[in-house]
């Protein structure tokens, strides 16, 4: 099984500081197959990310995703009111069908 | 634009059957560019993919070993949705579960149902 570990748990940053979220395999992922998704509380996730870089419709510039083999990271530029949430990476086409990191939660400091 | 609409019970007595289902709008349920998946959510246990059907020439189904043996995954081609059986429930499948389409090629989840919170109790 594909285990992808998230890191840091917690990130407690004010609104217009730039967040990174890293995001680690324990084996290589296609970056083809390595997408991020964003969650708020009651909410299912919402995909952010797809293929490692790409955004999904309507994701603002202010995210972008890079990274390949086993390390991939998350990058909000600037973050606003409405980025603070739980992220999550998943790889997909590794038994599991998917895997999901346990969660970094983006709070405001 | 595609929906996902799910219903079902949420509540389910031990050692009984959890059955759920999913609508799709904007969307067949034989399509030809994404498939059809079960996800859950909990504390202990974070995401977990379950298992999808899709559909390429024929009807196929994949399933996590973690709920091998348990789970059924049916297509309703008459009202284009797709159901989630799991048998022999636990308390420990007290969960979250979501619908969510797939995407083939990359996989992307770019679509999600509203999730139902199923708990496992008598």
């Known amino acids: 099984e594909i285990v992808l570990t998230q890191s840091p748990g917690t990130l407690s940053l004010s609104p217009g500081e730039r967040a990174t979220l890293s995001c680690r395999a324990s084996q290589s992922v296609s970056s083809s197959n390595l997408a991020w998704y964003q969650q708020k509380p009651g909410q299912a996730p919402r995909l952010l990310m797809y293929g490692a870089s790409s955004r999904a419709t309507g994701i603002p510039d202010r995210f972008s995703g890079s990274g390949s083999g086993t390390d991939f990271t998350l990058t909000i530029s600037r973050l606003e009111p409405e980025d603070f949430a739980v992220y999550f990476c998943?790889?997909?086409?590794?038994?599991?069908?998917?895997?999901f990191g346990q969660g970094t939660k983006l709070e405001i400091k | 634009q595609i929906q996902l609409q799910q219903s079902g019970p949420g509540l389910v007595k031990p050692s009984q059957t959890l059955s759920l289902t999913c609508a799709i709008s904007g969307d067949s349920v034989p399509s030809n560019s994404g498939a059809w998946n079960w996800i859950r959510q909990s504390p202990s246990r974070g995401l977990e993919w379950l298992g999808r059907?899709?559909?390429?020439?024929?009807?196929?189904?994949?399933?996590a070993v973690s709920v091998k043996g348990r789970i059924t995954i049916n297509p309703d081609t008459s009202k284009n949705q797709f159901s989630l059986q799991l048998n022999s429930v636990t308390p420990e499948d007290t969960a979250v579960y979501y619908c969510?389409?797939?995407?083939f090629g990359s996989g992307m989840l770019g679509y999600w149902g509203q999730g139902t919170l199923v708990t496992v109790s008598s």
């Open positions: 998943q790889q997909y086409a590794g038994s599991p069908m998917y895997t």
């Open positions: 969510a389409r797939g995407s």
């Open positions: 059907t899709y559909y390429k020439s024929k009807w196929y189904n994949d399933y």
